[in-house]
């Protein structure tokens, strides 16, 4: 299985960077602009390597991080490309060469260096364990991006192009969304067997996560298509009630007293049974409308009945 083997010791200029994690044969460009970082970036491009150690911070909010603000393991890096900004600051342009660990600080000012020692490993051997974690790892990740977004082409191959397990965990868990402290968790473990199940369990804890948002999220969306559809009605039923010039709107009517009810402190049931009734269709008013618009309840005919007889109607035709 794999070792790991420390081999002498380098001093190198030292870059802390915030919520990045840097792997070996991973190539990145980020912006600095700390007044440390950027002399940094100076001092490795006036050596033949053009190498600097890049180390995430543990605390974020540090603005001058000192040796407790750093983890232990990190990466040395090879500068490709520098592009100097406006505002004096510098696009680093970087190839993740090896894993190292910082081993001590040499010196903070003017800016940061580190005695640093390569982390050199031996590969793992090819096995039906490896091999099997290996395929899970690539299903898991296919999964991730179906349930994620669009991945370019060329990472799909990478990922697919990998043969030693631990070299598939750090591509993989490099061109991914997850937090620093998940990324530098695969970063610091050396065995690629168990880097490989430590990635498995991220990309399964990442695709529960990334399911119940899908799931919550269609939730929200069908209730706002829901509320959006009982609007659209209520809108409807006013602008009905206004071309037929009815002075009272039964729905307006029913908001108004809906929003009465709420406003009142009142017991649970009582406040169901008047929510009840507001939202009660109210009779037809049609069958109430002659065709002429005139009034045609039976009272109304009965009158105009008795009327036309001159005479009254007896005292029980009115109970």
Known sequence: ????????????PVLAVRGLVVFPGMIVQFDIGRKKSVLAAKAALDTDSRELFIVTQTDLSASEPMAEDLYKIGVIARIKQVVHTADNGIKLHVEGVERAEIMSVVQNEPYLTGSVCVCKTIAARHTARTEALSRIAQERFEEYIR?????????LLGVMRQKDCGDLADFIAANISLDFEQKQCILDELHPEKRIVKLNGILSDEIKVLSLEREISQKAQEQMDE????????EQMRAIASELGEEDNPQEESDEFRQRIEKLNLPQVAREKLLKSATSPRPNTAART?????PSCACTERKRALSCRGTRAPKSAWT
């Open 1 to 12: 299985m794999k070792e790991t083997i420390l081999e002498e010791e380098r001093v190198l």
């Open 147 to 155: 349930w994620f977004r669009q991945v370019p082409p060329d990472i």
């Open 227 to 234: 509320n959006q559809r009982v609007y659209m009605l209520r």
């Open 290 to 294: 002659s065709h002429e618009g005139a």
